[in-house]
Protein backbone atom coordinates (compact mmCIF):
# COMPACT_ATOMS: atom_id res chain seq x y z
CA UNK A 1 0.00 0.00 0.00
CA UNK A 2 1.28 3.29 -0.61
CA UNK A 3 -0.27 6.88 0.76
CA UNK A 4 0.24 9.78 -0.53
CA UNK A 5 -0.11 13.13 1.26
CA UNK A 6 0.43 16.56 -1.23
CA UNK A 7 1.06 20.39 0.67
CA UNK A 8 2.00 23.13 -0.49
CA UNK A 9 -1.71 24.71 -1.17
CA UNK A 10 -2.76 28.10 0.01
CA UNK A 11 -3.99 31.60 -0.98
CA UNK A 12 -1.59 33.63 -4.21
CA UNK A 13 -1.87 36.41 -5.89
CA UNK A 14 -2.02 36.46 -9.76
CA UNK A 15 1.88 36.24 -11.47
CA UNK A 16 2.72 34.48 -7.77
CA UNK A 17 4.18 31.17 -7.30
CA UNK A 18 3.85 28.51 -5.32
CA UNK A 19 5.39 24.85 -4.83
CA UNK A 20 3.45 21.54 -4.13
CA UNK A 21 4.64 18.17 -2.69
CA UNK A 22 3.35 15.34 -2.47
CA UNK A 23 5.02 12.93 -0.19
CA UNK A 24 4.60 8.71 -0.35
CA UNK A 25 4.49 6.20 2.15
CA UNK A 26 3.83 3.05 3.41
CA UNK A 27 5.33 -0.40 2.25
CA UNK A 28 5.11 0.02 -1.19
CA UNK A 29 6.64 3.44 -1.25
CA UNK A 30 10.27 2.15 -1.62
CA UNK A 31 9.05 1.66 -5.47
CA UNK A 32 8.37 5.24 -5.50
CA UNK A 33 11.74 5.58 -7.89
CA UNK A 34 9.87 3.49 -10.32
CA UNK A 35 6.38 4.83 -9.74
CA UNK A 36 4.59 6.77 -12.99
CA UNK A 37 3.21 10.17 -11.13
CA UNK A 38 1.23 12.88 -12.12
CA UNK A 39 -0.55 15.68 -10.79
CA UNK A 40 -4.53 16.42 -11.29
CA UNK A 41 -6.85 19.36 -10.41
CA UNK A 42 -10.62 19.89 -10.01
CA UNK A 43 -12.72 22.51 -10.09
CA UNK A 44 -15.95 21.61 -7.85
CA UNK A 45 -18.86 20.92 -10.35
CA UNK A 46 -16.04 20.01 -13.23
CA UNK A 47 -14.08 17.35 -14.67
CA UNK A 48 -10.74 16.28 -12.97
CA UNK A 49 -8.13 17.92 -15.12
CA UNK A 50 -4.94 16.75 -15.63
CA UNK A 51 -2.03 18.76 -15.50
CA UNK A 52 1.50 17.34 -15.31
CA UNK A 53 2.81 13.88 -15.48
CA UNK A 54 6.23 12.13 -14.92
CA UNK A 55 6.56 8.61 -16.10
CA UNK A 56 9.20 5.94 -14.50
CA UNK A 57 11.66 6.65 -17.09
CA UNK A 58 11.36 10.59 -16.58
CA UNK A 59 9.52 11.47 -19.51
CA UNK A 60 7.27 14.16 -18.95
CA UNK A 61 4.14 15.85 -19.88
CA UNK A 62 2.26 19.07 -19.02
CA UNK A 63 -1.33 20.06 -20.00
CA UNK A 64 -1.35 22.93 -22.75
CA UNK A 65 -3.01 25.25 -20.15
CA UNK A 66 0.28 25.13 -17.69
CA UNK A 67 2.84 24.68 -20.40
CA UNK A 68 5.71 27.05 -19.53
CA UNK A 69 4.68 28.30 -16.24
CA UNK A 70 4.56 24.77 -14.44
CA UNK A 71 7.45 22.02 -13.48
CA UNK A 72 7.09 18.60 -12.51
CA UNK A 73 10.26 16.96 -10.41
CA UNK A 74 10.45 14.79 -7.52
CA UNK A 75 13.38 14.10 -5.21
CA UNK A 76 13.57 9.38 -5.18
CA UNK A 77 15.00 9.81 -1.85
CA UNK A 78 12.49 11.77 -0.08
CA UNK A 79 9.63 9.73 -2.13
CA UNK A 80 8.25 13.23 -2.48
CA UNK A 81 7.15 15.10 -6.14
CA UNK A 82 6.66 18.20 -6.91
CA UNK A 83 4.97 20.62 -9.04
CA UNK A 84 6.59 24.06 -9.29
CA UNK A 85 3.72 26.91 -10.19
CA UNK A 86 4.95 29.96 -11.64
CA UNK A 87 2.35 32.92 -13.07
CA UNK A 88 -0.56 32.03 -11.74
CA UNK A 89 -3.55 32.82 -12.90
CA UNK A 90 -7.49 32.83 -10.98
CA UNK A 91 -8.12 29.96 -13.81
CA UNK A 92 -5.24 27.74 -11.84
CA UNK A 93 -7.40 27.72 -8.60
CA UNK A 94 -8.44 24.44 -8.18
CA UNK A 95 -7.74 21.21 -5.58
CA UNK A 96 -4.86 20.04 -6.35
CA UNK A 97 -4.21 15.81 -6.26
CA UNK A 98 -1.10 13.96 -6.92
CA UNK A 99 -1.47 10.30 -7.91
CA UNK A 100 1.03 7.37 -8.03
CA UNK A 101 0.84 3.65 -9.64
CA UNK A 102 3.59 0.92 -10.07
CA UNK A 103 2.10 0.39 -13.38
CA UNK A 104 -0.54 2.91 -15.17
CA UNK A 105 1.10 5.79 -16.84
CA UNK A 106 -1.01 8.11 -18.29
CA UNK A 107 -0.46 9.37 -21.79
CA UNK A 108 -1.35 12.44 -23.99
CA UNK A 109 -5.57 11.93 -22.96
CA UNK A 110 -4.00 12.58 -19.01
CA UNK A 111 -6.20 9.44 -17.91
CA UNK A 112 -6.77 9.40 -14.30
CA UNK A 113 -5.97 5.91 -14.29
CA UNK A 114 -3.52 5.43 -11.36
CA UNK A 115 -3.96 3.46 -8.16
CA UNK A 116 -2.68 5.74 -5.49
CA UNK A 117 -4.28 8.97 -4.68
CA UNK A 118 -3.72 12.09 -2.20
CA UNK A 119 -6.48 13.84 -0.14
CA UNK A 120 -5.50 17.22 -2.18
CA UNK A 121 -3.99 20.44 -1.08
CA UNK A 122 -6.05 23.72 -2.10
CA UNK A 123 -4.96 26.27 -4.50
CA UNK A 124 -6.58 30.19 -4.74
CA UNK A 125 -5.16 32.50 -7.00
CA UNK A 126 -6.73 36.13 -6.46
CA UNK A 127 -6.96 38.19 -9.15
Known amino acids: QVQLVESGGGPVQAGGSLRLACEAS???????????LGWFRRVPGEEREGVAL???????RYADSVQGRFTISKDNAKKTLYLQMNSLKAEDSAMYYC??????????????????WGLGTQVTVSS
Open 26 to 36: GTGAMYFYNFC
Open 99 to 116: AADPVFCAGRDFKPGYRY
Open 54 to 60: LDSVGHI
